[in-house]
Nanobody
Framework: QVQLVESGGGLVQAGGSLRLSCAAS????????MGWFRQAPGKEREFVAA????????DYADSVKGRFTISRDNAKRTVYLQMNSLKSEDTAVYYC?????????????????WGQGTQVTVSS
């Protein structure tokens, strides 16, 4: 059974930084793409960033390009999301997701495995 456990969320002031981590277990981590999504109150879950199985390919939502960086350490079975220059509109529950294949994908339905989420709150 695949398990994804996020950590690193919290309260930060606008302009600050946070790093989210997602530890995976239950399958060959290095074979699959990973993604980060977020969901604000009253809004649909939206794509934030994704990374291919090797880390050689990444993709980002326009709203976070240049501020967020996704990375992975296959030896540690962990994917990260470094978030800099945070804005109040980044406030949401952030979810780690595991893909079906190795290539980067950006749609919610393309990820069968999800973590429980971690709250990120940016105060202005």
């Amino acid at each position: 059974q695949v398990q994804l456990v996020e950590s690193g969320g919290g309260l930060v002031q606008a302009g600050g930084s946070l790093r989210l981590s997602c530890a995976a277990s239950g399958r060959t981590f290095s074979s699959y793409a990973m993604g980060w999504f977020r969901q604000a109150p009253g809004k649909e879950r939206e794509f934030v960033a994704a990374i291919s199985w090797s880390g050689g390919s990444t993709d980002y939502a326009d709203s976070v390009k240049g501020r967020f960086t996704i990375s992975r350490d296959n030896a540690k079975r962990t994917v990260y999301l470094q978030m800099n220059s945070l804005k109040s509109e980044d406030t949401a529950v952030y979810y780690c997701a595991g893909g079906r294949f190795g290539a980067v994908v950006v749609e919610v339905y393309e990820y069968p495995y999800w973590g429980q989420g971690t709250q990120v709150t940016v105060s202005s």
